[in-house]
């Protein structure tokens, strides 16, 4: 409820007399309750009669009336009777009311009103009639309770409530509950109208649970299986506050109106849809959105009676695209979990899967399940008669796009009656070819003799400008705005009712909006493809990072339009955003060339391969270029002349047979760049230069990209895989004393006295001049040479005896830097009182500089990545560890590790403050309810620190124990957290197809 001072001022002012009441209570009450001062009169004569005896008038203190002619009226009895809302009888403070009951009563019965208020000014009571002359008693309660309970008395006594019922039937009003019959039945018909508008019918679907824990994430993962369904419904019965996630197209605004509807069918509650892109256009308030929702239905409904009606869990939540929010989205986020904090009303949010990110940690998260090829033919089945409709689409490479509920509805409306039809080979020209057909052909089909006044394109240019006010404004109405520069256009309504009737809009000439939000995005793209080169990369600096604008950027390159602009497209998100650009590449419009000139399409092919090449590693990768491709090769010595050298491909492409073979070499900065073209006869592959040779399906300039970019990331993942980046001198440290501790330990397998000297180093940490003087000794000894020498290992002994010696130089000591050892006998399942002390103390120094480490490592090797990587986004943040030692045998299920487990997650905290890590014994598995809390604090802890990221969300790990003791501990949770800030690049993407795009 909104805070009222007169409410207050109310509920604090003293009465003492009568009079007191009257003017100080109750008449500042009937204000606030909407009723006006020259509607009402003191001491109203009110005639009674007994038998045909008239009784002299009785005076009733006040009566509020629906009308303000009472003083022409008074002596008209029937006038009276016909307009009387409210009796109200008025005492001392200090009178008891229940002895008047009967007399304000009679004053009702012979005035006709339908309410009685009786008030000393410290109690008051309301009555209702309830037929054959009697009246009921339906609320009493005190003066100072008021506050609380003036939704309440809102909805009892709000003037325009009375009225409206009095209107209706004085003889059957009941105030006593609101009537939502009305409402509930307009929803129904709304809601089955727009199933029915949308895919015809609504299909059963399933959801799939999203555990907040990242171990069952990573379990399922690895096993290959999937989350456990549910069906929608039970789901919604199972959870009180829910958000339904899937991807654009994929039937979550269908869904929500399905659980409404079932919602009225089981009566439990009345489910109120509200539209979340309207936040800040219409309402700015869910109490605002809910009123906006039932006023229309519901008379004299308010704020403060929807507020009350909410603490009584009468309602069900459902608000559609919570991803559609435009403006103050902390705001709704912060009313939304207040109101699921503070009653049990069932909530249930929709969005896009790409755009939650837990912001919402009290709500149960469930993702769609895609359609199965049975439900995909049973539709096209029932809606269009289309039989083995999912074989079809197989055949034509589009049964993944088909497991979209609006994907699958375009499909089969295009197909009917026309089976050799060409299917669209991306989302977006299947878009332009759903509106061309809907704006023709459905046109056609439906109205016999149909001739359309405007043209396709003229329809195509309006609905493109009116997507773009839309996305900007969702409450946009002038519609003829959207018609400027438009040709050989006459009449706005012609044109409008024109395209309603196609379907794909849906609303009236006065009040309209598209079909679904993706179609929307496909003709804001459209628009702006038809830009100039320059206002599409203007509307790309813009946006880029918008995520409200990301599907609209992947429509964009979707749409097939002149060369010139999809270069400039990819070329600006291949330089400043690489996550949306390997989007774009996947989703892009996929030219053929014409390969009669084979020589020409060769080298454009690759020099665009090299082009890209070269910008990702400078721009991505620049500091770690030695790690990459034909880098490697430079002699150590030689390193700082990277700076000065470019990559140029070398390589040929057998057009007639759709083979590519391709490496690179380092040319100077200076030379001439461009590609070496080798005939197949000729070409030459050196041991020193990366290369592939493979089929290719088809000849598409712009897959040389993603050529470039696979093989920078197989490049990456052979970097992190083999701890190859460049590192801070305490990770450099640790994995000198593990490579080590790896030699004396393949040293101790061996009965060879010489080799005694190295046995020691498998336990303890040494300095580096004892690790030095040892190891150089033994240099030459066979052992070395033939037992450790593995190529696959970061660190060999060359390697190790140059850092020691850089080690001893820059009077660096090994046992300050490295973490200090720990040893357990692994033939005990429970480690002592001593061990747990070492353990703690290694955990602590481990995880006091892990934030720092890891943040200097991504500084150090790809700083331009790190707006990418959610944990490089929080940092600084401070570690807690929750451990326990040893197994419990008692209890049931897989062990892990026998020496214990631990849980670990991150907290953000200011930069500059230092804080030591929190480590625990207890028990590592965090249930739900700890989830929920500390995921909220993390969430709140990013917000407070204006460091909130899409990429932050909460994790824990859950590791062995074995895994944070190992020598090599420290770097392998540094590389873990690079891995997992780096899935998005170096996932495998083998789906995705070079040359031709596959849906």
């Known amino acids: 409820m909104k805070k009222n001072p007169k409410l207050r001022l109310l509920v604090n002012t003293d009465l003492i007399t009568e009079e007191d009441v009257r003017l100080k209570f109750v008449f500042e009450l009937f204000r606030l309750l909407g009723y006006k001062d020259n509607y009402s009169e003191s001491e109203l004569a009110i005639y009674g009669t007994i038998g045909r005896r008239k009784e002299p008038p009785k005076y009733a203190d006040l009566a509020y009336f629906n009308d303000p002619n009472y003083i022409h009226n008074k002596k008209d009895k029937d006038w009276v009777e016909n307009h009387t809302l409210v009796i109200v009888e008025i005492k001392k403070p200090d009178v008891d009311l229940d002895k008047y009951i009967d007399q304000a009563i009679s004053y009702a019965i012979f005035s006709r009103a339908p309410i009685v208020v009786l008030t000393n000014g410290i109690k008051i009571c309301i009555m209702i009639y309830d037929?054959?002359?009697?009246?009921?008693?339906?609320?009493?309660?005190?003066?100072?309770?008021?506050?609380?309970?003036?939704?309440?008395?809102?909805?009892?006594?709000?003037?325009?409530?009375?009225?409206?019922?009095?209107?209706n039937d004085v003889n059957n009003i009941n105030l006593s509950n609101i009537d939502y019959s009305q409402y509930v039945i307009t929803l129904s018909d709304r809601l089955s109208e727009e199933i029915k508008n949308s895919i015809g019918f609504y299909i059963p679907r399933f959801l799939t649970s999203v555990s907040s824990i990242s171990r069952f994430r990573s379990e399922l993962k690895k096993s290959g299986e999937e989350g456990q369904l549910i069906s929608a419904e039970m789901a919604s019965i199972d959870n009180n506050h829910l958000i339904i996630l899937g991807d654009p197209g994929s039937g979550k605004s269908c869904l929500l109106n399905h659980l409404a509807l079932e919602t009225i069918a089981d009566s439990h509650s009345i489910p109120i849809i509200i539209k979340a892109k309207f936040w800040g256009f219409a309402f700015n308030t869910i109490l605002e959105a809910i009123e906006s929702e039932l006023k229309p239905c519901i008379a004299g409904i308010d704020e403060d009676i929807i507020a009350d009606e909410l603490r009584s869990n009468k309602y069900a939540i459902l608000i559609d695209g919570y991803d559609e929010i435009r403006n103050s989205k902390e705001i709704f986020e912060s009313e939304i979990a207040s109101l699921s904090n503070n009653n049990n009303n069932k909530i249930i949010l929709t969005s896009r899967k790409a755009s939650y990110h837990e912001e919402l940690s009290n709500f149960s998260a469930f993702e769609m399940k895609e359609l199965n090829n049975s439900q995909i033919d049973d539709y096209a089945k029932n809606i269009k008669s289309l039989d083995h409709f999912s074989y079809h689409l197989f055949e034509q490479n589009l049964l993944d796009l088909a497991r979209l509920p609006l994907y699958l509805f375009m499909l089969c409306n295009m197909a009917e009656g026309n089976t050799n039809m060409e299917m669209a080979k991306n989302r977006a020209i299947l878009h332009d070819r759903f509106a061309s057909y809907l704006l023709e052909d459905y046109l056609f089909k439906r109205i016999p003799g149909y001739q359309p006044k405007y043209s396709l394109q003229l329809k195509m240019q309006f609905?493109?400008?009116?997507?773009?006010?839309?996305?900007?404004?969702?409450?946009?109405?002038d519609y003829t705005q959207c018609t400027t520069g438009l040709n050989n256009f006459h009449d706005i309504t012609a044109l409008l009712q024109e395209i309603l009737e196609s379907g794909i809009l849906t609303g009236s000439c006065s009040s309209f909006d598209?079909?679904?939000?993706?179609?929307?995005?496909?003709?804001?793209?459209?628009?702006?493809?038809?830009?100039?080169?320059?206002?599409?990369?203007?509307?790309?600096?813009?946006?880029?990072?918008?995520?409200?604008?990301f599907d609209i950027i992947l429509f964009l390159a979707g749409i097939p339009k002149e060369k010139d602009k999809q270069k400039a497209i990819l070329d600006y998100l291949e330089l400043n955003d690489l996550q949306l650009y390997i989007k774009c590449l996947e989703a892009r419009y996929v030219d053929l060339e014409n390969t009669k000139d084979y020589s020409k399409f060769e080298y454009n092919y690759l020099f665009q391969l090299q082009c890209s090449y070269n910008l990702l590693l400078d721009k991505y990768f620049n500091a770690i270029k030695k790690n990459f491709t034909p880098y490697l090769s430079i002699h150590p010595d030689q390193k700082s002349n990277i700076k000065d050298q470019k990559v140029q491909v070398i390589g040929y492409i057998d057009v007639p047979n759709q083979r590519i073979r391709y490496g690179y070499q380092l040319i100077k900065s200076s030379e001439d760049f461009k590609p070496i073209i080798r005939s197949k006869s000729s070409f030459k592959i050196k041991s020193e230069f990366f290369y592939r040779e493979m089929s290719i399906p088809g000849l598409d300039l712009d897959s040389a990209r993603i050529l470039a970019t696979d093989d920078i990331r197989d490049q990456l993942t052979r970097s992190l895989r083999f701890k190859l980046l460049d590192h801070p001198i305490e990770v450099e440290c640790e994995m000198i004393v593990a490579s080590i501790k790896r030699i004396a330990s393949t040293a101790r397998m061996f009965q060879d006295k010489s080799l005694e000297p190295l046995w020691k180093f498998n336990y303890g940490l040494y300095d580096a001049r004892v690790y030095y003087d040892t190891l150089k000794s033994m240099r030459y000894h066979r052992f070395i040479h033939v037992g450790i020498n593995n190529p696959r290992w970061p660190l060999n002994i060359e390697h190790i005896l140059v850092s020691l010696d850089e080690l001893i130089n820059r009077d660096i000591s090994l046992t300050e830097v490295v973490l200090p050892p720990y040893y357990c006998r692994e033939s005990s399942p429970h480690l002592g009182e001593e061990m747990e002390k070492r353990l703690i103390n290694r955990l602590n120094v481990m995880y006091n500089i892990l934030p720092r480490l890891y943040s200097d490592?991504?500084?150090?090797?790809?700083?331009?990545?790190?707006?990418?990587?959610?944990?490089?986004?929080?940092?600084p943040f401070r570690c807690i560890v929750r451990y326990h030692l040893g197994v419990d045998f008692s209890k049931k299920g897989i062990i892990r590790c026998p020496l214990g487990e631990a849980s670990i997650y991150f907290m953000p905290h200011p930069k500059g403050e230092i804080l030591p890590a929190e480590v625990v014994c207890a028990d590592p598995d965090i249930n739900e309810e700890d989830q929920i809390r500390l995921r909220s604090e993390y969430i709140n802890a990013l917000k407070s620190l204006g460091r909130y990221t899409k990429n932050g969300y909460f994790r824990i790990f859950l590791p062995s124990v074995m895994e944070i003791i190992d020598d090599l501990a420290l770097t392998n949770a540094l590389y873990e957290l690079f891995y997992k800030d780096l899935e998005w690049f170096i996932e495998d993407r083998s789906d995705i197809s070079y040359i031709g795009f596959q849906i």
């Open 514 to 549: 598209f079909i679904h939000p993706a179609i929307r995005e496909f003709f804001y793209a459209r628009l702006i493809k038809s830009f100039s080169s320059d206002k599409i990369i203007s509307f790309l600096e813009g946006f880029h990072e918008n995520e409200a604008y």
């Open 857 to 875: 490592m991504v500084d150090s090797n790809i700083p331009n990545l790190r707006k990418y990587m959610g944990y490089a986004s929080i940092c």
């Open 463 to 477: 609905l493109s400008c009116l997507a773009e006010r839309k996305t900007c404004e969702p409450l946009f109405s």
């Open 131 to 167: 037929g054959y002359n009697k009246f009921k008693e339906i609320k009493q309660f005190l003066r100072k309770d008021l506050i609380q309970e003036w939704g309440e008395v809102k909805r009892l006594l709000a003037y325009s409530r009375v009225r409206d019922l009095k209107r």
